[in-house]
């Protein structure tokens, strides 16, 4: 594990120790009936675990967000490639996906519930075509982002179309393409525990639901942290993917680093 790794994940930690620490300080001498000391929630969440059946709750929801957010890449991307290439195309889409950028796709759940019931293959159709979006959006402004030079040395090489697709085009559109991701997450999951609660035997959202009306507050804050909890090692997951892959974004050019290594002091080495 290299210095820069240790100090990546330093700086993403940090925070959300401090708060885990607030939180049990806070919360120790409790009484409160509603805000129970967060050793209490912790107990709670591994009684769940053991005995509650938690863990296929949580196999049910992984198993949703992760199924739709992997057809909304697909999907996403792949129109968004279409799109963002023509300029006649994007402009006679534009107002469909304005329309679709000013809606709530959680109005849809109770549509999505009623048509088509509750089982995990409604969940999983709302969470790719909500998440979808996202990712269209942002596909789509990347490919159109293009430096013209660059699409001009493209023509005139005439590069085949799918090297142009590998090379040129993904890219290109590749941060924010990551972008959309990102946002795409979050939507997944707002989706997941919405459709959950709505309508749902199984789930995370059930669960917290189920115990919320149960007057079970432990378990009620303990599905609600582990949701939390889910949510950003998704993310965190998600960024050192884009570290990855995107390496060579966040490299400077090597006339900044020339720069840089002309300002160093004689004596001293230039990392």
């Known amino acids: 594990m290299t210095t820069s790794t240790v100090r990546a994940a330093a700086l993403q930690l940090w925070l959300p120790v401090l708060v885990v620490a607030a939180l049990f300080v806070a919360t120790a ?5 509603y805000f129970p000391p967060l050793t209490e929630v912790l107990a709670a969440l591994v009684d769940a675990f ?5 863990l296929d709750d949580l196999l049910f929801s992984m198993r949703n967000v992760l199924v739709g957010l992997a057809i909304a890449i697909v999907v996403g991307v792949g129109l968004g490639v279409v799109i963002g290439e023509s300029d ?20 849809f759940v109770p549509v999505f519930i009623l048509t088509f019931g509750i089982g995990s293959a409604p969940k999983v159709l709302l969470i790719a075509i909500g998440a979808t979006w996202p990712i269209l959006w942002n ?3 990347g490919v159109h982002g293009i430096s013209p030079a660059v699409r001009e040395s ?16 993904l890219p290109g559109a590749s941060p ?6 990102r946002i795409s997450l979050a939507v997944s999951l707002v989706l997941m525990i919405v459709s959950e609660i709505y309508g749902s035997p199984n789930g995370l959202g059930n669960f917290v639901l189920v115990a919320g009306n149960s007057f079970r507050v432990t378990d ?8 939390g909890v889910i949510g950003y090692l998704m993310t965190l997951v998600l960024i050192a993917v884009e570290h990855r892959v995107l390496g060579w974004a966040r490299q400077r050019p090597p006339r900044e680093r020339r720069a840089a290594g002309a300002r160093v002091p004689a004596g001293k080495v230039a990392a």
Do not use: E, H
Not at 29 to 33: C, E, K, L, P, V
Not at 91 to 107: I, K, N, W
């Open 50 to 54: 053991v005995g509650g059946g938690l």
């Open 176 to 181: 924010q393409i990551f972008a959309g991701i």
């Open 220 to 227: 009620t804050w303990a599905g609600t942290i582990l949701i």
């Open 154 to 169: 493209v023509r005139s090489y005439r590069i085949p179309a799918g090297l142009r697709l590998r090379k040129v085009l």
């Open 29 to 33: 001498n409790s009484g409160s009936y």
């Open 88 to 107: 006649r195309l994007r402009v006679a889409c534009q107002p469909f996906l304005d329309l679709m950028r000013s809606t709530p796709m959680v109005a």
């Open 139 to 141: 596909t789509i402004a």
